[in-house]
């Protein structure tokens, strides 16, 4: 019988499938039959169930995620030679008395992905209700992260699956759109995989029987606390392991790909360390890393429970970090995602969002802040956050952060929203708590919404808790609004002093100092003091765009002092005036602490009669070449 893995369970365990599923590589159809257990731990009772058949998604050019995709996603086409479906046999509600209940397949939404049953009686608060569905699915040939490259399978969303019951509001159970990932409860899979005895077989959970019988072999997997299952199987991966903190990391690579073994080891190691130490321990046994073919690459970069896919290419030179990128990003997703649930089609920033930040910190920390995406390329480097702010200026403001997946403008701006602009808000709160405080509220976010389906206003409260302050109103605005902002050195103003002409009223009678044209002409009043060059000096720093954010302005002065000036953001500007020596150059944001600044070329202002000039155009190249290298990446 299969292990247990934690005595105590770590989530409601709501959702539990023993699934059976037979590989036919030759067709690569997925032949299969599911007990599903499902417990209401709503106060509602259920009159019905709904299922996800996401693999529905691809049966034709109809269905919504075709429509909206127009057969084209992160970089891949979809190949119309291979559509792909999962289709439902039977269903059947197992009775008290172990009778079969033949259900009806209803279809409610637009397309085949959402299928509904009605219960012959309602499933009451805490009560149980047992399916059994026998299903078929065709693989597509590999597009949305599922399908069939070659001799190579990715088994993702390939079992019909319950969505979320949500009490009064009932299912969430929405179609498979172009944009949108996942939402399922937590549970215990059991699932036996059959395939030709010479594939490899990587998938979520831990394998602990392998039974041959003829030219096949059956795998069985078990996993706990998770809220999905996938696998991927090809007869020539190259299966390596190493354990690490406790943890058994398998790595799946192409045999093209060799050479980029020890990245991805070493980049699952980097996580494990950084996310025990920031967040909490990595509590499952075994992480799965699979690398699919080049001609595969839809299914790469995805994550699942306890299982990732990463992407290498031989072509791709140590200098471009993507696939250690790759690998932190979706080991991070066993966290925002895998463990913390939130609702993906609907607040997708909470998953992947919050990755990117940490994605950013860990590629940061091991690689370089200012290396960490490309690493010397021809003389160029280019770090996470420069990358994720090219992304955002991309498309900054049709979208905000807190909005349905598939109501996005384009996917460009679901991407530079919910990735990139979500990123850098995390970032800018960062730089107003500081880095301590920062791991302070962002554990007490994940300890306390692990294994529940947390959603924005609950990330809002709780940072808010365990910031000790209200950060509602700095956090709303960027979550829920679509506001900018750039702050720009509007004004310097450098007025010479010198000494007082006209009349000078001080005294019982006016006197008249006069300088005039006429050198011998006599000074009147008192003698000329020594008259030290000085200056009344104006800086003035505006706010453009509707986001209040506070900043800090470094105004240097011609003897070589600096001083750091702070504005809380109100207002569209502010001034500072200065008397003394002259200022010479002004930064805004001189420490880049407000990442969503949307130009920072406008940040700086140099006294042209200062050498500095030419640093500042080493800055403004520097940027260019930067804005180059994003845009051939966005190209690719
Ligand atoms: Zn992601």
Redesign the pocket.
Known sequence: SPPVLFSTPMSPRNANYAIQVTLDAGKHTLRGEERIRWRNITDTPATDAWFHLYLNAFANDHTVFMTESRGQLRGDAFDKEHWGYCQVRTIALVGADGARIPLVQLFPREDHTVMRVVLPAPVPPGGEAVFEVAFEDQLPRVFARAGFAGTFNMAGQWFPKLGVFQGAKGWNCHEYHANTEFFSDFGVYDVSITVPADYVVGATGVLWQEVRHGAEKTLSFHAEDVHDFAWAAQPDFVDRTETYMGVQIRVLMQPGNRASIPRYFAAVKEDLKDYAEWIWKYPYPEITVVDPPMNGMGAG?M?YPTFITAGASPFLGKRILIPEVTVV??FG?QYW?GMEADNEFERAWL??GI??YYEARIMDKWYGSEKSFVDDLWGWNLGEEAQERMAYLSLPDMDPIVLDAWKYFSSRSYDAIT?DKSALVLKTLENQLGRKKMDEVMRAFFMQVKFTHPDTRDFVRIVSQAAGQDLAPVLDPMLYGTGTVDFRVALVRNVPQSPPEGYDLAGSAPVLYSKGKDKKQERKGPPKAPFKESYDSTVVVERRGSLVLPVEVAIEFSDGTTRTERWNGEGRYTTWTFSGPKVVRVVADPKDLVPLDLNRLNNGWVDEGDGAVARCMTTRFRVLYQSLVAMLFNIL
């Open positions: 970069g994550e990003h979706e997703h995602y998953d992947e990755n990117s990735y």
